[in-house]
């Protein structure tokens, strides 16, 4: 984990996503204000998980739409580890 | 033009291993959606499907023919052989010169490469027996079946994710029909319960954590299923000419593209597929009476889907029993069209439309008379089958009642 705050990290994802400077994302920038479609928003998703090395359950992406909703439902994973599943481990062949 | 009609019919299903158990449950409203057994999927979002319960492959191939099929080959020939056996047809060297084998599939041997792969990747061997190729290729299916019958005509395989059957049928039907072949063996095979795919899935978040709710209101996503469901196709002709039972006439077939979104559907591409069918067939939007919806159960399709059959149908939709199978046998994707094709066709036989289980609340979004978990006595003169695909691409098959 690096120092940074959480809403920075999400920023930076986005921007990385987006090509876009980080500056040029607001807490209140909307999935739509930044032209993401739902496959996008999937793919966003993804990354977010790579950078916190979370997994964010289907229900908790229905409430993923802007980027301090991001922000929230990355903080609150985070605190509450119980409610991903753990990493998947591939069962024998 | 020539009639082409379909006298017989073979399934394999998480709900029956043979067409007759396959109706019996859908008729009786079976869901075979349970806890996925095949694979480990402990640390998974989602842990249910359709599987098939109580096939074993060694009662239906001997060790020799086993090595080289892939599962999704082992449904796909065991239902082709029950529909032959189901039409009575006994091949001569004439009709095997004029009849094909045109499948779906969109996976394909998945399972085979997904346990190539584990070996390669995570177990670090070097060597793999080579067998690999030849049951993972996508037409393993039709090259089998033509094979083991002797059938020489246009044999191929298409694969258009869950389009992949409808369009494989439609084409038998067109190439009977415009005189290419005279007789072919047509459907659909799939067998997705593999790790590397059940995660492909997963990340798409599209798959119900629970069950499938097709047209539901408290609809949470699809259900993968596996399954094949194969038919023989012939004229009216032949088929009167030696005295065949004749479950239906398949009447027409549309196809078309949203030319929109990888994977949010288009009402208008959907709706054109329809169109396009019942032209094909000569068919009034009125002479419809029953529809075996796409019905996925995602939040995406199934508004799309009731939009779509507004557009076409009208107020006569009021009129028109919509049942998403799926919501028992899973979706088989490649094989959706197959299995769906086999409720549709059974449905006008038997004049007893099959009920969309774990229907719970009306959505407004669905404006469709929903077949709400109970089957349906109607004699329907014509019914519609609907497959779309991710990537917009979309099937649609229409078939007409026949008494025998």
Redesign the interface.
Known sequence: MSDESVATRVINVFAKFKKMNPEDIKMDTSFDELGL???DG?NLI?ELEEEFDI?V??DK?QSMKSVHEVVEGVEYLLAHPEEQ???????S? | MRKVVITGIGVVSAIGNNAADFWASLVAGRSGIGPITKVDVSTMRFQNAAEIKNFDPVQHFDEKNLLWLDPFSHYGIVAAREAIADSGIEFNDELRDKSGVITGSCLGGKMTEDELYYKLYAEGKQRHQPIAIPRAMSNAVASHVSMEFGLTGATFTTSTACSSANHAIGQAFWLIRQGTLDMAITGGSEAPICFGNLKAWETMRVVSPDTCRPFSKDRTGMILGEGGAMFVMETEESAHARGAKIYAEIAGFGMSADAHHLTMPLSDGAAKGMRLALEDANLEPQQVGYINAHGTATPANDPMESQAIRKVFGSHTDNIGVSSTKSMHGHTLGAAGAIEAAATVLALHNNLLPPNANFNEPDPECNVDVIANEARPAEVEAAVSNSFAFGGLNAVLAFRRVRN
Do not use: E, G, Q, Y
């Not at chain 1, 599943?85 to 069962?91: D, E, G, L, Q, S």
């Open positions: 479609d739902s496959l999937l993804f997994m359950p289907d992406v599943p753990t990493n998947a481990v591939r069962p062949a």
